[in-house]
T-cell receptor, first 112, second 115 residues
Framework: QKEVEQNSGPLSVPEGAIASLNCTYSDRGSQSFFWYRQYSGKSPELIMSIYSNGDKEDGRFTAQLNKASQYVSLLIRDSQPSDSATYLCAVIGNTGFQKLVFGTGTRLLVSP | EAGVTQFPSHSVIEKGQTVTLRCDPISGHDNLYWYRRVMGKEIKFLLHFVKESKQDESGMPNNRFLAERTGGTYSTLKVQPAELEDSGVYFC?????????????FGPGTRLTVL
């Protein structure tokens, strides 16, 4: 079992729709959760971080965390073609160290 | 404020040669991380510096990889001798000490190709 799992996609949504990206993790003691966006050939760009159960909203993005079920999700409202990218879920586990453990990413395609 | 920078952006070398990658973290960031993405796989942690000290090097694949951060500013990652399986994109990230949530900011990466 991978430590952080994501559906590789692609997830295709029309412009203006809500895109829902999901991630599960295996370390029940994980403390910090992040979503990065990566355009092809570019570096990962931090877009959301979440540490407590529940929802966290920032503009068109909402991160949701459920520690009991060990999943974290990212909702993108009013999706735009410019949102087309790979979205990486990353987790800091309960090891005492601060390394990020990444999923393989979900490719999102937003069609005009 | 300048972000994390990495040099070179691309490097093509032959098997058995040596390559040195450089990372300059965001100014004032004491924590510096190296990660690597091999084609088709997820980004994986290599090691973590706090200032000039190695905090965690559990991800270093073998002793052909040597990371340094003399003076606690920029860091270098040397691969000697390079093997074919070392090909990939090497990312550096940094974060401020005392950051509650350890949000890591990534550099543009160095794409290494070993022929």
């Amino acid at each position: 079992q991978k430590e952080v799992e994501q559906n590789s996609g692609p997830l295709s949504v029309p412009e203006g729709a809500i895109a829902s990206l999901n991630c599960t993790y295996s370390d029940r003691g994980s403390q910090s959760f992040f979503w990065y966006r990566q355009y092809s050939g570019k570096s990962p760009e931090l877009i959301m971080s979440i540490y407590s159960n529940g929802d966290k909203e920032d503009g068109r993005f909402t991160a949701q965390l459920n520690k009991a079920s060990q999943y974290v999700s990212l909702l993108i409202r009013d999706s735009q073609p410019s949102d087309s990218a790979t979205y990486l879920c990353a987790v800091i586990g309960n090891t005492g160290f601060q390394k990020l453990v990444f999923g393989t990413g979900t490719r999102l395609l937003v069609s005009p | 404020e300048a972000g994390v920078t990495q040099f070179p952006s691309h490097s093509v070398i032959e098997k058995g040669q040596t390559v040195t990658l450089r990372c300059d973290p965001i100014s004032g960031h004491d924590n510096l991380y190296w990660y690597r993405r091999v084609m088709g796989k997820e980004i994986k942690f290599l090691l973590h510096f706090v200032k000039e000290s190695k905090q965690d090097e559990s991800g270093m694949p073998n002793n052909r990889f040597l990371a340094e951060r003399t003076g606690g500013t920029y860091s270098t990652l040397k691969v000697q001798p390079a093997e074919l399986e070392d090909s990939g994109v090497y990312f550096c990230a940094s974060t401020q000490s005392g950051s509650t949530y350890n949000e890591q900011f990534f550099g543009p990466g160095t794409r290494l190709t070993v022929l």
